[in-house]
């Protein structure tokens, strides 16, 4: 199955700034699926990335404040804007990495961000 | 619209018992895809099972099970002989067409074996 590397895997950052998370993906694949966990929540879809087009935005979640971007088939970025405490979430990207072998989607390690 | 329902918030059970993690879920898709997730204190989502609508099977691997019956759309896990190391929140979740669509999770079920 396929294999992503998602980093930062934490970080502490500052109310009003930005921080950009990379997922790199060991194959290409046409969708990356960039998701939210909020303290002992599930897991909420902010958007999917197609390479060549714009993410596609679940309500709730603006391109505002996630811009995503998508380059290649390899990678993604998604950014969290303007933080607020609010933000503070693991946040992670996913593929289908079964590649037609059964197998699950694949997610990356998280990035555990905490907004003060 | 997908939907994936775990009732049981919390499960505690004293090890070497059995348990069984129940999932429901409701979509308008003909052919879909069913998994579960293990998430474990470190945070990873560990991928555990998939299965298609199209395979009523019921599958084995050592002490985990899973009982797949479209009749009632349900999907349920269940841990024989669980072990402290079973311990963690366990998400069951739903994909329409493979490849094409996200994962729609269930709001999970945090098990935890006491020793």
């Known amino acids: 199955s396929a294999v992503i590397s998602q980093k930062p895997s934490r970080d502490i950052c500052q109310r009003g700034t930005s921080l950009t998370i990379q997922c790199q993906v060991d194959?290409?694949?046409?969708?990356m699926f960039w998701y939210r966990q909020q303290p002992g929540q599930s897991l909420t879809l902010i958007a999917t990335?197609?390479?060549?087009?714009?993410?596609?935005?679940e309500s709730g979640f603006v391109i505002d404040k996630f811009p995503i971007s998508r380059p290649n088939l390899t990678f993604s970025t998604l950014t969290v804007s303007n933080m607020s405490p609010e933000d503070s979430s693991i946040y992670l990207c996913?593929?289908?990495?079964?590649?037609?072998?059964?197998?699950?989607?694949?997610f990356g390690s998280g990035t555990r961000l905490t907004v003060v | 619209a997908q939907k994936v329902t775990q009732a049981q918030t919390e499960i505690s059970v004293v090890e070497k018992e059995d348990v069984t993690l129940d999932c429901v879920y409701e979509?308008?898709?003909?052919?879909?895809?069913l998994f579960w997730y293990k998430q474990p204190p470190s945070g990873e989502l560990v991928f555990l099972i998939r299965?298609?609508?199209?395979?009523?099977q019921n599958e084995i691997s050592g002490r985990y099970s899973w009982n797949f019956q479209k009749s009632t759309s349900s999907f349920n896990f269940t841990i024989t002989a669980s072990q402290v190391v079973d311990s963690a929140v366990y998400f069951c979740?739903?994909?329409?067409?493979?490849?094409?669509?996200?994962?729609?999770f269930g709001t999970g079920t945090r098990l935890t074996v006491i020793p």
């Open positions: 996913s593929v289908d990495g079964s590649r037609g072998q059964g197998g699950g989607y694949t």
């Open positions: 194959s290409q694949v046409t969708m």
């Open positions: 990335a197609n390479q060549g087009s714009e993410a596609t935005y």
């Open positions: 979509t308008r898709d003909t052919t879909y895809y």
């Open positions: 299965r298609n609508s199209f395979d009523e």
């Open positions: 979740a739903l994909a329409g067409r493979a490849g094409a669509n996200n994962l729609f």
